[in-house]
């Protein structure tokens, strides 16, 4: 359980100040994923600001809670961007919420960047966007790589469960076609509406089927909520998530017994047991700046992501703004210390990794 606190910005921006922003939820189901997602990015930024800031000029980072809801996601980063003046978004969590930033023209309006969305929705990477720079894999390549693994050995009956929204149909779009690939197609499929942790339908559904597999494309709440409800029902079919889910939070979250075994997707190497350069500078944040929390893929993956920001800013030559900052990410190419990210004027996927995890016995993931 996570036992920091984030004072929520708005009010304490200087003149000086670099302003990058975050909304993020807080609050809500999406709690314990958004509270992470903010401290990865935070540990980074106090890290440069300890070291003179770019160029002398701090970094603000300034974050407001959204609660997962997708009209407070438009709101506040309207806000983040007229009041605040922040140069730069950083780390929003929803396939829907960011859509809807696209829909209302919000990003482009103010032609701001925002940088490691923690989400692999297809509508969000085709057609070609360019504010949003993406350093993860899509949830069409997890799906693939997940249903690849499952009929390797055998097992060709796969259900979903999964968000009924943009971000749960992105995700089930992803496992029918890797389906179709083989010549297979969905044996079932359960939903739960955004915001609700109320499964007992899907897991009835999905149990029609009689699957062999599941893949979860769902926020951490419901996802335990139906990995319990369904091993309760003594149900034996293997159970994978994409990549939105902390193996930890799920396992106390569902119960040891119910959750030991379940498989999820990674977008980043292992934050615990990595050996890369930046996976140790990661830790070593953590440890100076959040000691009492532990490290997760979550935290890591946007540690990444405010590198690239911060890599965009350095390159900016010149009035620090946000055309300028989206244009310098354009220009972005590198080795983070162990991981690859390369945009370019017309490419915004930065990275393709993706790693295969399971839950052991004590709560911790192993590959």
Same mark, same amino acid.
Request: charge should be positive.
């Given at each position: 359980?996570?036992?920091?606190?984030? =004072?929520?910005?708005?009010?304490?921006?200087?003149?000086?100040?670099?302003? &990058?922003?975050?909304? =993020?939820?807080?609050?809500?189901?999406?709690?314990?994923?958004?509270?992470?997602?903010?401290?990865?990015? %935070?540990? @980074?930024?106090?890290?440069?600001?300890?070291?003179?800031?770019?160029?002398?000029?701090? #970094?603000?980072?300034? /974050?407001?809670?959204?609660?997962?809801?997708?009209?407070?996601? /438009?709101?506040?980063?309207?806000?983040?961007?007229?009041?605040?003046?922040?140069?730069?978004?950083?780390?929003?969590?929803?396939?829907?919420?960011?859509?809807?930033?696209? %829909?209302?023209?919000?990003?482009?309006?103010?032609?701001?960047?925002?940088?490691?969305?923690?989400?692999?929705?297809?509508?969000?990477? %085709?057609? @070609?966007?360019?504010? #949003?720079?993406?350093?993860?894999?899509?949830?069409?390549? *997890?799906?693939?790589?997940?249903?690849?693994?499952?009929?390797?050995?055998?097992?060709?009956?796969?259900? &979903?469960?999964?968000?009924?929204?943009?971000?749960?149909?992105?995700?089930?779009?992803?496992?029918?076609?890797?389906?179709?690939?083989?010549?297979?197609?969905?044996?079932?499929?359960?939903? @739960?509406?955004?915001?609700? *942790?109320?499964?007992?339908?899907?897991?009835?559904?999905?149990?029609?089927?009689?699957?062999?597999?599941?893949?979860?494309?769902?926020?951490?709440?419901?996802?335990?909520?139906?990995?319990? *409800?369904?091993?309760?029902?003594?149900?034996?079919?293997?159970?994978?998530?994409?990549?939105?889910?902390?193996?930890?939070?799920?396992?106390?979250?569902?119960?040891?017994?119910?959750?030991?075994?379940?498989?999820?997707?990674? &977008?980043?190497?292992?934050?615990?047991?990595?050996?890369?350069?930046?996976?140790?500078?990661?830790?070593?944040?953590?440890?100076?700046? =959040?000691?009492?929390?532990?490290?997760?893929?979550?935290?890591?993956?946007?540690?990444?992501?405010?590198?690239?920001?911060?890599?965009?800013?350095?390159?900016? %030559?010149?009035?620090?703004?946000? *055309? =300028?900052?989206?244009?310098?990410?354009?220009?972005?190419?590198?080795?983070?210390?162990?991981?690859?990210?390369?945009?370019?004027? $017309? $490419?915004? #996927?930065?990275?393709?990794? #993706?790693? &295969?995890?399971?839950?052991?016995?004590?709560?911790?993931?192993? $590959?």
């Amino acid at each position: 359980m996570l036992g920091f606190v984030f =004072a929520l910005g708005g009010g304490s921006v200087q003149a000086a100040d670099i302003v &990058v922003g975050q909304a =993020a939820p807080l609050s809500g189901t999406l709690a314990s994923t958004g509270k992470e997602m903010v401290l990865g990015a %935070k540990i @980074y930024f106090d890290s440069v600001n300890a070291q003179g800031g770019i160029g002398g000029r701090r #970094i603000n980072h300034v /974050v407001k809670d959204d609660g997962y809801k997708t009209e407070e996601t /438009v709101r506040l980063t309207r806000e983040l961007i007229e009041k605040d003046k922040a140069v730069g978004l950083i780390g929003y969590a929803g396939t829907g919420n960011i859509a809807e930033l696209l %829909k209302q023209g919000v990003l482009a309006a103010g032609n701001v960047p925002l940088v490691a969305p923690y989400t692999g929705g297809e509508p969000l990477r %085709k057609p @070609y966007n360019p504010y #949003i720079f993406h350093i993860r894999a899509g949830y069409a390549d *997890e799906a693939e790589r997940m249903v690849d693994q499952f009929t390797g050995v055998g097992l060709n009956r796969v259900a &979903v469960f999964y968000q009924n929204d943009a971000f749960g149909l992105a995700g089930l779009a992803g496992v029918e076609a890797a389906l179709a690939k083989r010549n297979l197609k969905l044996a079932a499929r359960g939903s @739960y509406e955004k915001g609700s *942790e109320d499964v007992a339908k899907a897991v009835a559904s999905i149990n029609q089927g009689a699957p062999q597999a599941i893949v979860m494309i769902a926020v951490m709440r419901p996802a335990a909520a139906f990995v319990r *409800e369904y091993r309760r029902q003594d149900n034996g079919a293997q159970i994978f998530s994409i990549s939105v889910i902390n193996g930890p939070d799920l396992f106390a979250l569902a119960g040891g017994t119910a959750a030991r075994g379940v498989g999820i997707t990674q &977008v980043v190497p292992s934050p615990v047991r990595g050996t890369q350069r930046v996976v140790v500078e990661y830790r070593e944040a953590l440890r100076k700046y =959040a000691p009492q929390a532990q490290p997760s893929y979550t935290s890591f993956e946007e540690y990444l992501g405010a590198k690239v920001l911060v890599e965009g800013l350095k390159r900016i %030559k010149g009035e620090i703004t946000p *055309e =300028a900052l989206l244009k310098a990410l354009e220009t972005v190419d590198t080795d983070l210390g162990g991981f690859k990210v390369r945009f370019s004027p $017309n $490419n915004r #996927i930065g990275s393709s990794y #993706i790693d &295969v995890t399971l839950l052991r016995g004590d709560g911790q993931l192993s $590959n």
